[in-house]
């Protein structure tokens, strides 16, 4: 799995995460989860395959919010255990 962390300017309410999730949606269908966040100025997609960091850039920046950086990196996911 591939977490693809996006930094975003120009969201200020939670109607701009969510137009922005919507974005990233259309351009990625294959994301698994995407969440916004207009305090971090950050959106992090979790997919299952290695996502086209410039088609997020430009399906972004098409909403009229700027991409300030992308990193794209391994991600696990963590499992809760009662046991360790």
């Given at each position: 799995?591939?977490?693809?962390?996006?930094?975003?300017?120009?969201?200020?309410?939670?109607?701009?995460?969510?137009?922005?999730?919507?974005?990233?949606?259309k351009?990625?269908?294959?994301?698994?989860?995407?969440?916004?966040?207009?305090?971090?100025k950050?959106?992090?997609?979790?997919?299952?395959?290695?996502?086209?960091?410039?088609?997020?850039?430009?399906?972004?920046?098409?909403?009229?919010?700027?991409?300030?950086?992308?990193?794209?990196?391994?991600?696990?996911?963590?499992?809760?255990?009662?046991?360790?």
């Open positions: 799995m591939f977490k693809t962390t996006l930094g975003v300017e120009g969201m200020s309410c939670g109607m701009c995460e969510a137009h922005v999730n919507d974005a990233v949606r351009a990625f269908p294959a994301a698994k989860k995407i969440s916004s966040s207009r305090r971090k950050l959106t992090e997609v979790i997919s299952e395959v290695e996502p086209d960091a410039d088609a997020l850039r430009r399906a972004i920046d098409a909403t009229g919010y700027r991409v300030t950086g992308c990193r794209v990196e391994p991600f696990e996911k963590k499992r809760f255990s009662l046991f360790r």
